[in-house]
């Protein structure tokens, strides 16, 4: 599953950024916001959604993602694994 910061890594990359305060600008965000990420914090929903939308990605499952990174629930975080991957395959 891509998690935030395989998110953050792609839109990085994809829009030939270098630095956090780029990818802010970028995404309409403060920098702490994205220099939360790096250090473990999960994207808000509507950026999830935002940025999956910018890398072309399946916006449903770009949010399953992130609900299961946020979730301390081991059986949800199971859950969407497995819809996810009925999804993909």
């Known amino acids: 599953m891509i ?3 395989e998110l953050l890594k792609r839109i990085i990359l994809e829009n030939n950024l270098s630095s956090d305060r780029q990818v802010a600008k ?13 250090k473990g914090g999960v994207m808000s929903d509507d950026i999830a ?8 990605l399946d916006v449903d499952l770009t949010l399953l993602a992130i609900l299961a990174e946020r979730s301390k629930n081991d059986r949800v975080v ?12």
């Open 49 to 56: 959604c935002e940025v999956a939308e910018m890398l072309d």
């Open 3 to 5: 998690t935030t910061l």
């Open 78 to 89: 199971e859950a969407i694994e497995r819809l996810t991957e009925k999804k993909t395959a």
């Open 26 to 38: 970028l995404l309409d965000i403060s920098h702490t916001s994205v220099q939360n990420w790096r």
